[in-house]
């Protein structure tokens, strides 16, 4: 019972995660866009802490100047740039430094995060004096909001349907979630007609 417990508690964290990077419902008030529509072959987004060289190696790398000075936060929204390379054309993203807390939305971090969900590659850029530090913490950033760096795709196939109640099969002996915690899960989420 504790288990199947367990696995409710985590689908709402879940949900509730989902709902804090995504929200619905009322638009806020216009600003200054922070998303930059997806073009060339494929997007790499520069994420990391502030004034570790994000916008110099864009600067570098692309023809766009990305202003960088000595102080933090230089950068305050997401600039782009792309890189030619044998035909293809990448687009380049640099995004303002993220701190401790940003997955919870401390300084713009959900917003930067969310553009970082949109692309293709991560690079994460740290200082070399705190590199192991910065790593852990961007890596912990991340994965709270469901970026799972280096990692492969979960090898789960889900549909959802109109009718038929929900249709689960494995492949492989399962060890640690059963059909009724999945059950549970899609519950949470208010799904009961899906192919599992």
Known sequence: A?????????????KYRTQLLEPQGKKGEKGEGFDVMKSGDARV???GFPSVG???????LTNTQSVAASYEFTTLTCI???????GANIQLLDL??????????????????????TADLVIMMVDVTKGEVQKDL???ELEAVGIRLNKKK?????????????KFNATCTLTKIDEKMVQM???EYKIFNAEV
């Open 45 to 47: 987004a520069l994420i």
């Open 185 to 187: 899960i899609l519950h």
């Open 54 to 60: 994000k916008s110099t190696l864009l600067s570098t």
């Open 154 to 166: 979960p090898g789960i196939y889900f549909k959802q349907k109109k009718v038929g109640g929900i």
């Open 80 to 86: 782009p740039g792309v890189i030619e390379y044998k």
């Open 96 to 117: 303002p430094g993220i701190i401790e807390g940003a997955s919870q939305g401390k300084g713009r971090g959900r917003q930067v995060i969310a553009v970082a969900r």
């Open 138 to 140: 961007l890596t912990a």
């Open 2 to 14: 504790t288990e199947y417990h367990l696995g409710v508690l985590k689908a709402k964290l879940a």
